[in-house]
């Protein structure tokens, strides 16, 4: 096992240790993950599958009632929304090749494995910076209580493609070193750090990916939510009961979804810098753990539009609109003596003022 490049577990196109008969860990024997290997090749095509599924749907029904709508995002939450849903639209369409390479093998090559993998991990990533996003600018709208006004404007393309580009940037790993590769009789796309390279830069690269990837974002998004629910149980009116059950229900997403995962990197990131060496049956905790947890993670591509644009009530009503053939063209006014207050087109959003709701 000495001249066996590393491998790192992994959800994606390619599966990594949870797809071996034999552990890459510096293990003092042998270590035997036939039951891993087993577990895995059945969760995660039913997981990969379902989340395509939910995620594709719901994605391309955001992104399809943004174009029918034919305005462009008039606040900072609706740029990052629309911004979320091409992320996650982007990660569901990997994941039928995840399915596939588990099921029955890679077959595309390892140009075609590096692409889907830099894909895959671009858009996972670019999906929870943007989520940061969305909560920081919801702490700014409800919490400090600032009229549309005085709020930051519409995001430019600057801030926008700098998030994008900060997430190819921690996707480099799965764009270099991703490859097809035989192991056990079958072609496998899989993320192998050639021998030659470091300890020191492979952990420097786990802990970026860890402390930008996911410790940042999930900082954020834990303050600026505790901040929104200390504001909402103090503020008083009809619309305090509905935001408030958005804010809790974003954080039990949070908590169920991406704290597990992002607990479970934690820890693996840890014993890789100390080069901990695990027994086998702590090296198949460890890894059956990185992938439940990872599945969970996943799923918050086929629930973000529910939780973030579906919660809204001005895209209920565009989305009704698209379900019904509706027009989004400005309505004519009739001509009259006296000149009436323009009328808004059936699917343009009024001016935004400060109020608890969540579309602002």
């Not at 992002?262 to 810098?273: C, F, K, V």
Request: proline share 6%.
């Amino acid at each position: 096992m000495g001249t066996e490049p590393t491998e790192q577990v992994s959800w994606g196109p390619y599966s990594g240790d949870g797809d071996e008969v034999y552990s890459a860990e510096p293990l003092p024997e042998i270590c035997y993950k036939a039951d891993v290997q087993a577990f895995s090749r059945a969760f995660q095509p039913s997981v990969s599958l379902t989340v395509a599924a939910l995620g594709l749907a719901g994605n391309g029904l955001v992104l399809a009632t943004h174009l029918a709508a034919r305005r462009t995002a008039r606040s900072p939450t609706s740029a990052h929304l629309l911004q979320l849903a091409l992320a996650d639209l982007l990660l569901a369409l990997t994941l039928p090749f995840a399915a596939a390479g588990a099921l029955q093998g890679w077959s595309l090559g390892s140009a075609t494995c590096r692409a889907i993998s830099g894909l895959y991990s671009a858009s996972f990533h670019a999906g929870f910076l943007f989520l940061a996003c969305i909560s920081a600018d919801r702490y700014v709208a409800i919490a400090r209580a600032l009229p549309a006004g005085q709020r930051p404007s519409t995001p430019s393309r600057t801030h926008l493609v700098s998030v994008w580009l900060l997430s190819l940037l921690l996707a480099l790993p799965a764009l270099l070193f991703s490859r097809d590769g035989q192991r056990e009789g079958q072609r496998r796309c899989r993320l192998i750090f050639p021998e030659g390279l470091t300890q020191t830069v492979k952990g420097a690269s786990a802990v970026a990916q860890v402390v930008l990837g996911f410790a940042l974002p999930l900082g954020v998004m834990a303050v600026c939510y505790a901040l929104l629910g200390r504001t909402l149980l103090a503020a008083r009116g009809p619309e305090r009961r509905r935001a408030l059950r958005v804010v809790v229900a974003l954080v039990a997403a949070f908590v169920v979804l991406q704290l597990p995962y992002s607990l479970a990197l934690l820890l693996d990131t840890a014993d890789l810098l100390a080069a901990h060496e695990r027994s086998c049956p702590a090296s198949k905790r460890k890894d059956l753990a990185l992938l439940v947890t990872g599945g969970l993670a996943l799923a918050r591509c086929g629930l973000n539009p529910v939780l973030y644009a579906f919660l809204g009530l001005r895209f209920r009503q565009d989305l009704r609109r698209l379900l019904r053939g509706g027009s989004c063209s400005p309505r004519l006014q009739p001509r009259g003596r006296f000149p009436r207050r323009p009328r808004l087109s059936s699917c343009s959003a009024p001016t935004e003022t400060h109020s608890l709701s969540w579309d602002n």
